[in-house]
């Protein structure tokens, strides 16, 4: 589960963080785009806190997750180089890398990405720049070639997380699934039963 506080502002990112929890993620990334260096460093020592065991990783920043001593990045095909993530972080940190094409995928998996993030499945109101919609059947026939785990992402809902799960995804990511929900915790319960 993605944390957000743009698309929604009920919940903080830590409040966010340990509702997901609650309700059985089995990670936490917390992705916040604005906020000083310092303030986001200190929002994941306060996420990781809350996350009880529960890897967090956060997006795009390799600073923020050194020096919150968290348990993972995501990067973006614009964001800091996988391989000097890699470097700075070590072999027991958590990368993964975004891919919407083989030859992405290819150069995340050769630069040490652990798993990718493929989509969008489905359209998404969550990131303007997504790209083209990939459907369960483009996840399936990425999967199928690739050798790390994928997580699917984009317009993922409780109604469709099992037919993403059917197409081979090693697990999802969602923000508005359970951000945007009356109640958080009941929705990631919810989608981790449908899965």
Not at 47 to 61: H, I, S
């Amino acid at each position: 589960m993605l944390t957000d506080t743009v698309f929604q502002g009920r919940f903080s990112h830590v409040e966010l963080a340990q509702m997901a929890v609650a309700g059985g993620a089995d990670t936490v990334q917390f992705r916040q785009k604005e906020g000083s260096t310092r303030e986001l460093i200190e929002l994941a020592i306060a996420m990781k806190e809350v996350c009880a065991g529960v890897p967090l990783v956060v997006n795009d920043r390799v600073d923020v997750a050194l020096a919150a001593e968290a348990d993972g990045v995501h990067l973006g095909q614009n964001d800091f180089p996988i391989a000097k993530a890699r470097e700075l972080l070590g072999n027991d940190c958590i990368i993964g890398g975004t891919a919407k094409t083989l030859e992405q995928a290819q150069q995340c998996i050769a630069n040490g990405a652990d798993y990718l993030g493929y989509g969008p499945i489905y359209a998404t109101g969550s990131k303007t720049d997504a790209g083209v919609v990939k459907g369960v059947n483009g996840l399936h026939d990425f999967v199928n070639a690739v050798d790390i785990p994928i997580i699917a992402i984009g317009g993922i809902e409780l109604e469709t997380a099992d037919d993403v799960m059917r197409a081979g995804a090693y697990g999802i990511a969602v923000i508005s699934a359970v951000c945007s929900q009356d109640d958080p915790t009941e929705a990631t319960r919810a989608l981790v039963a449908s899965m």
